[in-house]
């Protein structure tokens, strides 16, 4: 924001960016909601409610100092709140692929565990139905507002690297489709089933990390919608 990288040790500079701007102060509350999380995680018997609400709050708040703030007025609450729940659903989808490939092989030894295995991956389709759908519509209106056309989404670097990233959303998709409807019914009948349906998630799980490798990079370039 000062132009220079000398200026993140300057305290003048560092105190008027936190203490005397929109993105400074939002920023402000982002770190004390990831502290106050920190906090209750280190609790021998965290309460999970209280775990889940932060964490939805931490990821939520990153809304408020991205592209979505360039609005004004009403526009600017929309866009906001638009991308609130595009990071919620990729947080639920995302951070629920990990927790479920650690359930995946944990029963590879101990092979009695199938029916939890298979309680688990329904529960998280449900889940993942509603996520998928919610990221879908809610990346489309993203599109919308911050590149505008067909022509500036193949014709500025912007909306090529956005086209990539849709893409490998769409191979997730496929991906999870197949753990859905190929390897999850098959799972009780054919334990081995277990092994293609971990390398499944795992691949699901590394397009995930490409897709955010990729949002943290639009995130440092301007919308195709407001220049090259």
């Known amino acids: 924001m000062a132009g220079s990288p000398s200026a993140a040790g ?3 500079a560092v105190s008027a960016v936190l203490l005397e701007t929109r993105f400074g102060r939002v920023w402000c509350f982002h770190l004390l909601l990831a502290a106050m999380l920190v906090f209750v995680s280190l609790h021998r018997q965290p309460r999970r409610p209280i775990v889940l609400l932060l964490s939805l709050g931490f990821l939520a708040s990153l809304a408020w100092v991205g592209h979505a703030t ?3 007025g009403a526009a600017r609450i929309g866009h906001e709140l638009n991308q609130s729940g595009h990071l919620l659903a990729a947080g639920l989808w995302l951070g629920g692929l990990a927790p479920l490939g650690w359930v995946l092989r944990q029963a590879r030894h101990r092979p009695h565990e199938i029916s939890s295995v298979c309680i688990a991956l329904r529960n998280f ?4 139905y ?3 759908a919610l990221l879908a519509l809610t990346g489309a209106i993203n599109a919308l507002l911050l590149v505008g056309s ?4 193949l014709n500025t670097p912007y909306g090529r690297l956005l086209a990539f990233k849709i893409l490998l959303f769409l191979v997730m998709v496929v991906v999870a489709s197949i753990n859905r409807f190929h390897l999850a019914p098959r799972l009780s009948e ?5 092994r293609a349906l971990g390398r499944t998630v795992a691949l699901e799980q590394s397009l995930g990390l490409g897709v955010l490798a ?11 919608l407001y220049g090259d």
């Open 130 to 132: 509603a996520a998928v």
């Open 214 to 224: 990729i949002v943290s990079l639009l995130g440092t370039w301007p919308p195709a």
């Open 150 to 153: 067909l022509g500036a989404m």
């Open 10 to 12: 300057d305290y003048a």
């Open 125 to 128: 389709s449900h889940m993942g």
């Open 70 to 72: 360039m609005e004004v």
């Open 190 to 194: 054919d334990p081995g089933t277990l």
